[in-house]
């Protein structure tokens, strides 16, 4: 179980550039695994305040089918998750990527209402779309991995 | 355990557009776990050949660092894997995913230099890098999703 203490930026072992790699980037790919280990990866759009990523379980377009919310079930289960910041670039010098792991839980009434705000700073798609009473998945990140150029 | 009756394409149940947009992405992200269901999320460089995707542990620039290696040990412990491959837009209308699921091996002999030819056919960063004995995952896919604009 993770400690309850809250991390330091710098405990997370990353450095400015790649907090701002994290913090800036527009989608990432979270890891999550059943309690069996089968794993599963979707991508996410989220926000980063000081150690918390938040992402929210949202309405984009088309449907909102059972195998998105596998994520969900998963946490339920195992709250172990992985998140990927990943640059990809045909020069391969450039290539980097952030791996931070975490523990995610369900936000509550007050801190979902905050991270919804945070969301819609960063993300103008979701000030147009109904978020009040979505699922906020939360992750209290507990490491930084970083890779490749920074 | 995955019966070893290949699966024909249409059995996969993606189209073929979404074949082809996971055939021709450069980079998708690896979902694996520990057996102790620890989810782990890298980027791939790989090739899509029939219902078998092919990755190799390269020699990109910076280092082969323990922690990008640990792909292989979760194979190794637990060959269920997740692969995303992901559009990401901000004309949230165009978003789109597949996510596959599969059985990951490493490719041995003569199956790893013909996905060795395959990847530097897709890559031509890979004709100039030394890949002989390097370790080759092999993905023998066993369901596909899809999400979005297709």
């Known amino acids: 179980m993770m400690s309850s203490r809250k991390l330091l930026a710098s405990e ?3 450095s400015a550039e790649q907090r701002r790699f994290v913090g ?3 989608v990432a790919s979270l890891g999550t695994a059943s309690a069996a280990a089968r794993p599963h990866v979707v991508p996410i759009c989220f926000v980063l305040s000081a150690n918390t990523l938040y992402s929210v379980i949202d309405s984009k ?3 909102l089918a059972a195998e998105n919310l596998r994520r969900l079930r998963n946490i339920v289960e195992n709250s172990q998750v992985a998140v990927l910041v990943d640059r990809y670039s045909e020069d391969w010098e450039r290539l980097a990527y952030v791996l931070l792991r975490g523990r995610a839980s369900l936000a509550h009434a007050g801190e979902a209402r905050r991270a919804i705000r945070l969301l819609r700073q960063k993300y103008s798609q979701y000030r147009r779309m109904p978020l009040t009473g979505r699922p906020i ?4 990140l507990t490491s930084a991995y970083a890779w490749g150029a920074f």
């Not at 998945?137 to 209290?140: E, M, Q, T, V």
């Open 61 to 63: 377009p088309k449907r």
């Open 12 to 14: 997370l072992g990353w």
């Open 137 to 140: 998945i939360k992750i209290l």
């Open 24 to 26: 800036t980037a527009r």
